[in-house]
């Protein structure tokens, strides 16, 4: 078993060529939960991800030196949309989700983000202090609010 140390992860900027790859992690990735509602549509769950691309705002994950994900950070008025967090089931579980969300969370900024219910990134961002202020029969709205101090 490899621990989180032997995981050597960085972020990059996304080009427009990267929405192919995270598009196809997507699938993967939400694939489970999207069955569980009912909703697993394969080619709806790449559509809707390269409709809403925004290379910009996007950075790749990589894992010693291979992709390994995507996660974006969308300027809002409000504060910042975390979207598009997605990691390889093979990175899963191994404290790189932990480590990215330590690395881009800021306390002066308020982020919100929406995820699919009793999914396990609903728990990841719960450890993160990451609350739910809506939700819906699918997916649930969270917000971490900026510190105050």
Same mark, same amino acid.
Request: charged share 25%.
């Given at each position: 078993?490899?621990?989180?140390?032997?995981?050597?992860?960085?972020?990059?900027?996304?080009?427009?060529?990267?929405?192919?790859?995270?598009?196809? $992690? /997507?699938?993967?990735?939400?694939?489970?939960? &999207? =069955?569980?509602?009912? *909703?697993?549509?394969? @080619?709806?769950? #790449?559509?809707?991800?390269?409709?809403?691309?925004?290379?910009?705002?996007?950075?790749?994950?990589?894992?010693?030196?291979?992709?390994?994900?995507?996660?974006? $950070? /969308?300027?809002?008025?409000?504060?910042?949309? &975390? =979207?598009?967090?997605? *990691?390889?089931?093979? @990175?899963?579980? #191994?404290?790189?989700?932990?480590?990215?969300?330590?690395?881009?969370?800021?306390?002066?900024?308020?982020?919100?983000?929406?995820?699919?219910?009793?999914?396990?990134?609903?728990?990841?961002?719960?450890?993160?202090?990451?609350?739910?202020?809506?939700?819906?029969?699918?997916?649930?709205?969270?917000?971490?609010?900026?510190?105050?101090?």
């Amino acid at each position: 078993m490899t621990s989180e140390l032997d995981l050597a992860w960085r972020l990059r900027p996304a080009v427009p060529d990267d929405a192919d790859p995270i598009a196809e $992690l /997507r699938a993967i990735v939400l694939r489970p939960d &999207l =069955e569980r509602l009912g *909703l697993f549509d394969p @080619t709806r769950v #790449r559509r809707r991800f390269k409709t809403a691309f925004l290379p910009e705002h996007t950075s790749i994950v990589e894992v010693n030196g291979a992709f390994a994900g995507s996660i974006a $950070l /969308r300027p809002a008025e409000n504060g910042v949309w &975390l =979207e598009h967090f997605y *990691l390889s089931p093979t @990175t899963q579980g #191994r404290g790189v989700g932990t480590a990215i969300l330590h690395k881009v969370l800021t306390d002066e900024k308020v982020f919100r983000l929406n995820v699919l219910r009793d999914s396990p990134a609903q728990r990841l961002y719960e450890r993160h202090n990451f609350t739910t202020y809506a939700q819906d029969p699918t997916d649930l709205w969270m917000i971490r609010t900026a510190s105050r101090s």
